[in-house]
């Protein structure tokens, strides 16, 4: 098993934090793992991605121009990222703010209005954690138990508290995700 993943979209949307957690989930599965942040001075705001390798084997480069599956949260990264989708991989994204939905006829894409679900939740930060949920409904590389067990180890101890509402925002991202289209 190897997936390549990119996560993208705004500085705040935590980005960087699914990255992490689904970088420590493989390492907890004894799983072969690059976690690459990329992000703007700006950071909150700017535009911001992350680079996830998971692989049974060992990587050899943690740089890559084609992915298995693209994350995308804002139209900036759909316009930047959809064409790096390798054919037959996955595009998951949030509605919220796309203008121009992807356009490709050779990959898989699935959406999830993750935005809206926080705010029904009451929460917004665990916006990053529903389309966390939608991705491992659609790809589930690694065990919910390794998520927790990464999300704890990511989270500072005094956000464990926290830990009933985010597994509840990841099981709800995997009840509402669409598909919108399959190869």
């Given amino acids: 098993m190897n997936e390549e ?6 500085g705040g949307q935590g980005v960087l934090s699914m990255g992490k957690i689904l970088a420590y989930s493989g ?5 072969e793992v690059s976690w ?4 703007g001075p700006e950071m909150r705001g700017g535009t ?14 943690p740089i890559l121009k084609k992915y298995d599956t693209a994350i995308i949260l ?12 390798k054919p037959g991989g996955l595009l998951l994204y949030d ?5 121009r939905h992807p356009q490709r006829k050779d990959i898989n894409i699935y959406r999830i209005d993750a935005t809206e679900e926080a705010s ?11 389309v966390l949920g939608a991705y491992l409904k659609i790809k589930p590389v690694v065990s919910m138990d390794n998520v927790m067990s990464g999300l704890k180890k990511s989270l500072p101890e005094r956000h464990h508290k926290l830990l009933p509402l985010n597994k509840e925002a990841i099981t709800r991202g995997t009840e509402i995700v669409k598909s919108i289209q399959t190869v």
């Fill in 5 to 10: 993943i990119i996560i993208a979209g705004f």
């Fill in 27 to 31: 390492v907890m599965q004894n799983m």
């Fill in 36 to 39: 690459m942040p990329s992000y």
């Fill in 48 to 61: 911001a991605n992350v680079t996830v390798i998971l692989s049974d084997s060992r990587i050899s480069s």
């Fill in 74 to 85: 804002n139209q900036q990264s759909m316009e930047k990222f959809e064409e790096s989708v």
């Fill in 95 to 99: 509605g919220n703010g796309i203008t």
């Fill in 120 to 130: 029904k939740m009451n929460n917004s930060k665990t916006f990053n954690m529903i």
